[in-house]
């Protein structure tokens, strides 16, 4: 499975974004899928996930009513609309696909993209 993100780049607090993750190589419904980030310093975190089907999502307590995740099988494309930015949203941003029968809280993950940085000015 190949996947790549886009989307990021630099906005003010407040503001809104929507990354997409283009995903290859694999039924993409028979994917779950999710969007992680990874700030200077720390690690990685878990932000969203998204069911195969589309019909059950999951969030981080930090974004929850902030962030909402979807996905387009026909465009075999995920998505994480981002409003309200925080500056502490800043981070680089992963997709990453699984082909295992698992809950949404888990966070294990077979397949990783490349990032895309998103950066929140206050």
């Known amino acids: 499975v190949q996947l790549q993100a886009s989307g990021g780049g630099l906005v003010q607090a407040g503001g809104s974004l929507r990354l997409s993750c283009a995903a290859s190589?694999?039924?993409?419904?028979?994917?779950?899928m999710g969007w992680f980030r990874q700030a200077p310093g720390k690690e990685r975190e878990f932000v969203a996930a998204v069911s195969r089907s589309g019909g059950s999502t999951y969030y981080a307590d930090s974004v929850k009513g902030r962030f909402t995740i979807s996905r387009e099988h026909a465009k075999n494309t995920l998505y994480l609309q981002m409003n309200s930015l925080k500056p502490e949203d800043t981070a680089v941003y992963y997709c990453?696909?699984?082909?295992?029968?698992?809950?949404?809280?888990?966070?294990?993950?077979?397949?990783w993209g490349q990032g895309t940085q998103v950066t929140v000015s206050s």
């Open positions: 190589g694999r039924t993409f419904s028979s994917l779950r």
């Open positions: 990453a696909a699984d082909s295992r029968v698992a809950a949404l809280i888990n966070n294990e993950y077979n397949y």
